[in-house]
C-alpha cells in the first residue's frame, strides 16, 4: 500500500486549496478511504470519509459545508476540495486506508 498526498500550501483565510493523494498497491476502488489531520500539537483528527464507489460520503462538524471529497477509480486518486479555509484548518493531512496513512502534505492558513 502506497498513499502519496500533494496540493498543501499556504493561503489566506477563506481562500481553497485541493488536496490530491495518489494511492498504489492495492485494489483502490474496493476500498473506502478517509482524510484525516494532525494540527501542531493535537492528536489526530478524521475529517471526511468517502466509500469505494463515491457514492456516500461524511464528513466531521468542523469542516461540514466547506470540504468536498470525492475520488476518482479510473485515476486511483483521492481528494479533498477545501473552501472558506480557516486558521484552525492548518494541520498535516493525510489520507488513510484503514490505519495506513501516507506522509502528508502541509495546510497552513494564516494572513
Known sequence: V???ESGGGLVQPGESLRLSC????FTFSNYGMKWVRQAPGKGLEWVS??????????????????FIISRDNGKNTLYLQMNSLKSEDTAMYYCAKGTKRGQGTQVTVSS
Do not use: C, E, F
Not at 495518489?22 to 498497491?25: H, K, L, P, R, V
Not at 470519509?49 to 466547506?66: E, L, P, W
Open 49 to 66: 470519509i468517502i466509500n469505494s464507489g463515491g457514492t456516500s460520503t461524511n464528513y466531521a462538524d468542523s469542516v461540514k459545508g466547506r
Open 2 to 4: 502506497q498513499l502519496v
Open 22 to 25: 495518489a494511492a498504489s498497491g
